[in-house]
């Protein structure tokens, strides 16, 4: 059950030294004095990078701090993120160049321009038009990996409309409430999609979710499949008909937004209660993405740029869709499962399509890594020439072998930290950056980063202690939707008098500068770089009819990093088997979606709690993998 990621000691003093020809290539050459300028005026360093940018109006101020921690940026400034993802590379050699390369898991591929990327987001942006979508109003979206999803993203950002897209693996339950928070009317889905050769049931799902949530008024379905699905007439549209009605127009103005005006929301999974959706504005995350991605992984114009993350995430919000087509990169996008029908899949897109950069997991490392070097060595690499990594702590076996036998030992890995709430990368090394296995090395320009105690002091250098942000940056969350309060309780409220942001993570700083995550000091679990409330995993638990308390703890596993396990009290009279505890675990992967699903449940007659009456996760944490259980002085009994 125990099995945790072998090789996980972390060695302070091993450097890796970037290659010569990354370091000439380099977009940024010097590193400790261009950070220092960027962090004694990051007004200006801002201010600086947001001039690349396309807007229709320049900003007055660049950051408005008078209601703090309500932060603005580039007040005043008209701009809107379509212009600078799609509109002007029209205007430039972009225009004929791949925005997008994606291959379905069957193998079928799509190419797509510039030019023609245009005229699919300006024809859906109409099309959504048609159904009455206006500025300010929350779309969702509920769609496997094609390009349909970006095109939504796009086509809702176009008009000023937000979107909210969920991810494609969660749950009926997951869906409804998601739709219900956002009061959206209308849902882009498809009829299913692949997934290790099976077809998913997409559209049944989101029947389901619209019939608890009754906000959608417009349904549009992309046919992927083909299968069989319900359609309910007055509410569901096919995309494609809809796409071939005169109103889908490929001409549509960009909708002028203003810089403060919100791009999407993302829920992304909290300490306590439901998850909470994440605010992202057009003008500062346009900056901040588009900024990141040049300076971390080099982005040029002749690169091939795969994000193996899931738009669904902000990793594929950020880095899949958003950043690189403002840089005006070629996007590869993929489907389907790593190993479908073979786990040389990802390699063999590699050779196929020239992939110049890989950004992707720890746990997808991992998982690959245990199929055995055989099956990237069947391929030709060599046009690899960085590799990103994101999402948890990269072990550093798992580092080496990326290194060594995806990047044949001469591209430099980006292991880069940063959460939905930041928007985009905030520790993370650059191309020329000597890099320390494990470590996510310094922070970005413009970000100052601290380790400290409880009373906001550094901690010594080694020491483990909590990580903020000394103050704000363009790119971060500006609330959480409907729940203003609850955005500056949780991340500014502890360190209200210095004005810092609270990562909710531990790490520590060793002599050279280098940053170390630990890891989630809340109740966050990180299951193969997913992120779950262990509240929520309760909550699912506590809604079957025999569970009367639950609590759920993670614990190290060698491929997903962690796994979530469970401890449940059953209602009075009934006796926990085997097969019950497999109908557990199914009804949690049914609440929430199947990443969710509990390695083990385990029935207990009482749970380890604080006289307050709050369950001592850490006690049973502490007694499953046989360790001191620490300080029971609050227990209650
Ligand atoms: C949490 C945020 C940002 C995209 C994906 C995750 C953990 C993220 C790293 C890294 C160690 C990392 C942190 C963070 N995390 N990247 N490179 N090294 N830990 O976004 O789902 O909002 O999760 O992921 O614990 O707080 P997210």
């Not at 999803?149 to 950002?157: G, H, K, N, R």
């Not at 009926?172 to 889905?189: C, K, M, N, P």
């Not at 299968?227 to 909708?255: G, K």
């Not at 550094?458 to 729940?483: F, H, N, Q, S």
Request: proline share 5%.
């Amino acid at each position: 059950m125990k099995t945790e990621p072998t090789d996980t000691k972390k060695d302070d003093s091993l450097l890796y030294h970037p290659p010569k020809s990354i370091m000439r290539k380099a977009n940024i050459k010097e590193y400790e004095q261009a950070y220092a300028k960027s962090i004694a005026d990051r007004e200006g360093y801002w201010a600086g990078e947001a001039k690349k940018l396309k807007w229709f109006r320049k900003w007055k101020e660049v950051l408005d701090d008078s209601n703090k921690p309500f932060y603005k940026w580039f007040t005043g400034g008209k701009i809107n993120i379509v212009a600078n993802a799609i509109d002007r590379h029209l205007e430039t050699h972009r225009r004929n160049k791949l925005a997008m390369i994606w291959e379905g898991e069957p193998g079928d591929v799509k190419t797509m321009s510039y030019h023609a990327l245009n005229r699919e987001v300006s024809k859906f942006a109409n099309v959504l038009k048609s159904m009455g979508v206006k500025k300010g109003e929350i779309v969702t979206i509920y769609m496997p990996q094609i390009p349909e999803l970006p095109i939504a993203m796009l086509a809702c950002a176009k008009i000023g409309a937000m979107h909210s897209v969920v991810y494609g693996g969660f749950s009926v339950e997951a869906l409804a409430g998601r739709i219900s928070d956002a009061h959206s009317r209308v849902l882009v889905t498809a009829d299913g999609g692949w997934r290790r050769g099976k077809i998913t049931d997409l559209k049944a799902i989101a029947n389901e979710a619209m019939d608890r949530s009754p906000t959608i008024e417009v349904c549009i379905t992309v046919k992927r499949t083909g299968q069989e699905v319900h359609m309910e007439n007055d509410r569901d549209f096919w995309y494609s008909d809809l796409m071939a009605l005169p109103i889908a127009s490929p001409s549509c103005e960009t909708e002028v937004t203003d810089a403060e005006d919100p791009l999407f929301i993302l829920f992304t999974s909290g300490t306590t209660g439901k998850p909470k959706g994440l605010v992202h504005t057009h003008g500062g995350y346009t900056v901040y993405t588009s900024t990141t991605l040049r300076n971390v992984f080099d982005i040029k114009d002749e690169d091939r740029w795969w994000c193996a993350a899931d738009p669904g995430w902000i990793t594929g919000h950020s880095y899949l869709v958003y950043g690189p087509l403002i840089n005006g990169a070629t996007i590869v996008m993929y489907e389907g499962a790593p190993n479908h029908p073979y786990p040389n899949r990802w390699w063999s897109m590699i050779e196929k399509y020239g992939v110049s950069i890989l950004y992707t997991s720890p746990t997808a490392i991992r998982g690959l890594m245990r199929f055995g070097e055989q099956w990237p060595k069947r391929h030709d690499l060599s046009s690899l020439r960085l590799l990103g990594s994101v999402g948890e702590p990269i072990n550093p076996e798992a580092w080496r072998w990326y290194h060594e036998v995806i990047g044949r030992g001469e591209c430099p890995i980006m292991d880069t930290w940063w959460q939905t709430e930041t928007g985009g990368m905030m520790i993370a090394p650059l191309p020329i950056t000597p890099l320390k296995p494990g470590s996510a090395t310094k922070p970005q320009f413009g970000i100052e980063v601290g380790v400290v105690d409880e009373n906001g002091e550094d901690v010594k250098a080694g020491e483990e202690g909590k990580l903020v942000i000394k103050g704000p940056w363009p790119g971060m969350a500006r609330t959480i939707y409907g729940d203003a309060d609850r955005y500056a309780e949780t991340y500014w409220k502890e360190y209200e008098e210095q004005g810092w942001y609270k990562a909710g993570d531990s790490a520590r700083i060793d002599e050279d500068g280098y940053i170390w995550i630990i890891g989630r000091i809340d109740d966050v679990i990180k299951v193969s770089g997913y992120r779950l409330g262990t509240a929520e995993v309760e909550s699912a638990l506590v809604s079957h009819p025999a569970v009367s308390e639950a609590a759920a703890i993670a614990l190290p596993h060698e491929v997903k990093g962690n796994a979530i396990h469970t401890y449940v009290i059953l209602k009075n009279g009934l006796v926990g088997d085997k097969k019950l505890e497999e109908e557990l675990r199914k009804h949690v992967s049914d609440e929430m979606g199947p990443i969710a699903r509990p390695e083990t449940v385990a029935f207990l007659e009482s749970l380890p709690k604080t006289r307050s009456g709050k369950i001592m996760r850490r006690v049973l944490k502490a007694r499953a993998m046989g360790v001191d259980e620490g300080d029971l002085s609050t227990l209650e009994d």
